[in-house]
T-cell receptor, first 111, second 115 residues
């Protein structure tokens, strides 16, 4: 069964605004990762947060993890048109290297 | 310098045919994967190899057979193609980690269309 559910499914904002995407999962995890997928391309890794971490930053990205609520959020600040893409969370339980992906959020950033 | 490459990028074929997709990574990673992404963008792992050994084999029909001739290559052969096999197939690689999944590097994908 699908491990992660993302919310919203689609998000449309204007350039310069912040975008927040949420991911919920069902079982205990080892790590949680966020990936971006531009249309017609492969996925690109954005950030990895471990289960014992609560927040992580990378450039304009801020990821939080709440293991008690089994949820994570990805915040993109000062969005740009180039941020238009689908964003996926992915979790692993520490078994092998298996990642289970969420359903994704389609972000549209307009000028 | 493409880190993870796949060929072909597009594959259009008739039902019942057999086809292969090739994947190569030049990152020196020990672990490689095949994923299937359906029309709703749902991405699901199919197989994973670590140093040429199969470590993940999800509930995939046995018409799908991965082959890893060396740790830099992981090919996917599909027999008796069906309409439902139409999807985008992604190859990926990562370092071998004993502590769980690490960052994965994805190829550009192969869009398979079965007519």
């Amino acid at each position: 069964s699908q491990q992660g559910e993302e919310d919203p499914q689609a998000l449309s904002i204007q350039e310069g605004e912040n975008a927040t995407m949420n991911c919920s999962y069902k079982t205990s995890i080892n790590n949680l990762q966020w990936y971006r997928q531009n249309s017609g391309r492969g996925l690109v890794h954005l950030i990895l947060i471990r289960s014992n971490e609560r927040e992580k930053h990378s450039g304009r990205l801020r990821v939080t993890l709440d293991t008690s609520k089994k949820s994570s959020s990805l915040l993109i600040t000062a969005s740009r048109a180039a941020d238009t893409a689908s964003y996926f969370c992915a979790t692993d339980t520490g078994t092998a290297s298996k990642l289970t992906f969420g359903t994704g959020t389609r972000l549209q950033v307009t000028l | 310098d493409t880190a993870v490459s796949q060929t072909p990028k597009y594959l259009v074929t008739q039902m019942g045919n057999d086809k292969s997709i090739k994947c190569e990574q030049n990152l020196g990673h020990d672990t490689m994967y095949w994923y299937k992404q359906d029309s709703k963008k749902f991405l699901k792992i199919m197989f994973s190899y670590n140093n040429k050994e199969l470590i993940i084999n999800e509930t995939v029909p046995n018409r799908f057979s991965p082959k890893s001739p060396d740790k830099a290559h992981l090919n996917l052969h599909i027999n008796s193609l069906e309409l439902g096999d139409s999807a985008v197939y992604f190859c990926a690689s990562s370092r071998d980690t004993s502590g769980g999944a690490d960052e994965q590097f994805f190829g550009p994908g192969t869009r398979l269309t079965v007519l």
